[in-house]
């Protein structure tokens, strides 16, 4: 025989982290609802004593596919990873075969032979992250590299928020 804990709080929490998720997901991101899809390109931000590094993984885009804004202590990032030209066309047709049996989908792929699409997990489309920094950066002097599909940031913080070190004086005693 087992003994069960009453524990009266014990199931507030769990309906607590339901009302979370559930605002989070209709207001903060409503885009998830929409499409049911919650991706978001990874990243991560590392503070040293006079910059953030910032890094986010970006596969499939080119540097011209990217958007960085900087605006007092918000970093945007905005891009759109475009679907291949050979599928979209592969779509397109398929859609305006509508049910004649021409050549049952297949077209041209990117070397020339034919290609049908069974599945694809890839995520097309536009993309926006927002990331707040704890203290306001000099966007003068930030600058972006892009090196096989990973984007970093050096962003400098601004001079008043580098943190400043005094020097302790001693009083001399007359």
């Not at 899809?37 to 540097?63: N, S, T, V, W």
């Not at 990873?81 to 075969?97: A, D, F, I, N, Y």
Request: hydrophobic content about 35%; some cysteine; overall charge neutral.
């Amino acid at each position: 025989m087992s003994i069960n804990i009453y524990r009266p709080f014990g199931g507030a929490m769990s309906i607590r982290d339901l009302m979370n998720r559930l605002f989070e997901e209709s207001f903060v991101h409503p885009e998830r609802l929409l499409t049911g899809i919650a991706y978001q390109h990874p990243m991560e931000l590392c503070e040293k004593d006079d910059e953030f590094i910032f890094r986010m993984c970006l596969p499939g885009l080119k540097p011209e596919d990217v958007d960085i804004t900087i605006a007092q202590d918000t970093l945007t990032i905005t891009g759109e990873l475009k679907q291949p030209g050979w599928q979209r066309q592969m779509g397109q047709q398929m859609e305006q075969q509508t049910g004649s049996q021409q050549q049952q989908g297949q077209q041209q792929g990117p070397r020339g032979r034919s290609a049908e699409c069974l599945f694809s997990e890839i995520l097309y489309g536009s993309f926006t992250r927002r990331v707040t920094l704890p203290t306001q950066i000099d966007a003068d002097k930030a600058s972006a590299e892009f090196d096989n599909g990973m984007l970093m940031l050096h962003l400098p913080k601004a001079a008043a928020a580098k943190p400043k070190r005094l020097q302790v004086k001693a009083v001399a005693k007359s």
